[in-house]
């Protein structure tokens, strides 16, 4: 997908994910709770704001995640994301990622061990 399309794409896949939300009666603090996904996070999400999430596993990964909590079809929506987002083939590490993420257990140790390296990664590139 290029470019005004995709952002089209992307805020409507946001939209849908909110809607879903507030059908279920919950607000963005308890979805952040059950998820273990940031507010920011989940809020960049609704708002279609995908590349503004650290990296492609999160951008997937949360989604995923969210859309189980909300009863939405998982797949559906992430492989409209990665249309919209991520048109090049992934690679082995992040198909073997991406299957990881689809075990909820497996997909919570997956995003903390991420969100962590990415802390440290940060934190040594800093003057």
């Known amino acids: 997908m290029e470019g005004k399309a995709a952002t089209i794409a992307l805020v409507a ?3 849908r994910i909110q809607a879903a939300r507030k ?3 919950m607000t963005v603090a308890k979805l952040s709770t059950k998820t273990a996904i940031s ?6 999400i609704e708002a279609g704001e ?3 999430l650290p990296g492609r596993s999160h951008v997937l990964g949360f989604t995923r995640s969210i859309c189980r ?8 929506i992430v492989q409209a994301i990665k249309s919209a ?3 090049a083939p992934m690679t082995e590490f992040e198909i073997t990622i991406a299957q990881q993420m689809k075990r909820p257990l497996v997909a919570k140790i ?3 061990l991420k969100c962590a390296l990415d ?3 940060r934190s040594k590139n800093m003057p």
């Open 39 to 44: 507010k920011r996070f989940i809020e960049y």
């Open 50 to 52: 995908f590349s503004k």
């Open 23 to 25: 059908k279920s009666r």
């Open 110 to 112: 997956v995003n903390a």
């Open 119 to 121: 802390r440290i990664t």
């Open 85 to 87: 987002m991520y048109p």
């Open 69 to 76: 909590e909300l009863a939405l079809d998982a797949d559906e």
């Open 13 to 15: 896949i946001g939209k």
